[in-house]
């Protein structure tokens, strides 16, 4: 039988504020829509705690059971400089600035972004759709909005009728904002404002003489405004209602509020049964951002290269990190916070290690069944993935236990035992045993361990010709030196 049938799930539902019981429009199926990466820029460590905690619940539903269309798409034009109508095209910009094909910027990020997610051993989703790739879905959408009303032309750009759509339906009511108060909060237009209210948001820009990125249309060339293509792609592959809808606490307004108005306004339906949204990531307490330098990318945090951590994280610790917090609460990153992780992780990957060779005998001294059923209730209660990971840790204590000979285990409970274990932390959680990996090459340690022993003794001697060649060429090799307050590390790529 389907796990899926025996667990009652709750989620947040952004929509309602309310955790509710998740019934899926379609028995045994799901179809989810995660907003994806812009790809202009390396991905931030802040977007890969949104599409983590998505990928963790992608895997939750796929664990229960479940067959799940997960559609995460690339956003390759459109997304305007400060998610506004106006500007420049954040790809073109920085096509421009790279003196290089906006496609190129295009290509470049978003292999950096599926080589993150992959050293973060995400899983990939059934469709990865493009902006560009579904231009023609975006134009007809359009016209549906006009011939409904809800739209209108200006010199060649479409804008979204606020005012009038909320006239019979509710704008606002995911972001719990009401019109009345944005227009009151709002300035003046100015006379070059082509909107009839400022609330109005583009569908369809025109593009100037000098805008590269652009397609013909029944409006003449342009391009597509930034809200518009998640709503062609998650109707396209999900169906015009479709179960859930994910995204970063940031996309709930404007870009989800608009998603929700183009839909009802152009098919007619609420497009979403459940909006979740993930929290974001501060780094020492403060908000990430590039221009405070108060950030970090996740190959620095690998290789241990920025001036905020004192040494090397490997993609799985991050990952448990992450995982020990609520994907609906902020979560701090600090080099405490990660040490901190880093002893747990390696706790518990040495007890999961050690579960094999547990002696077993006539009785058990816990309770396995009602400790699975624990790990169960937690995923159900909205993703609970920091009280999961306590009753984890809770196995953790039994196994060490039994190791000392201070309780017993009987063979079917420490199967049951290694089976949990195997399918919350690895398959569900997501976290790969990287120490057992890294045993295989003990040789490889040693030898690097010896070149920095040699280095240090290079170092000693004011040999810094001799030391910095071999920093240089493991550099080359892909092995990155860290020195610290504790001596030097290393991190293999
Ligand atoms: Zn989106």
Redesign the pocket.
Known sequence: MQLYKTNTLRVHNSLTGKKEVFKPINEGHIGM????PTVYSNVHLGNCRTFMSFDMIFRYFKHLGYKVRYVR?I?DAGHLENDADEGEDKIAKKAKLEQIEPMEVVQRYTVDFHETLQKFNFLPPSIEPTATGHIIEQIEIIKEIIAKGFAYEVNGSVYFDVPKFNENHEYGKLSGRKLEDMISNTRELTAQDEKKSPQDFALWKKAEEQHIMRWPSPWGDGFPG??L??TAM?TKYLGETFDIHG?GMD?KFP??EC?IAQAEAGLGKSPVNYWMHANMLTLNGKKMSKSTGNNIYPSEMFSGENDIMSKPYSPAVVRFFMMQAHYTSILDLSDDALQASEKGYHKLMDAMESVESLKTGKTSDFDYKAWQQKCYDAMNDDFNTPILIAHLFDAVKRINLIKEEKENITEEDKSLLQNTLNNFVHDILGIENQKAAKDDSSALNGVVELLIDLRNEARANKDFATSDKIRDQLTALGIQLKDGKEGTTFSIN
Do not use: I, M, R
């Open positions: 829509y995660v907003c994806g798409n956003t930034w809200h293509e998640c998650s995204g996309l870009h989800h998603e």
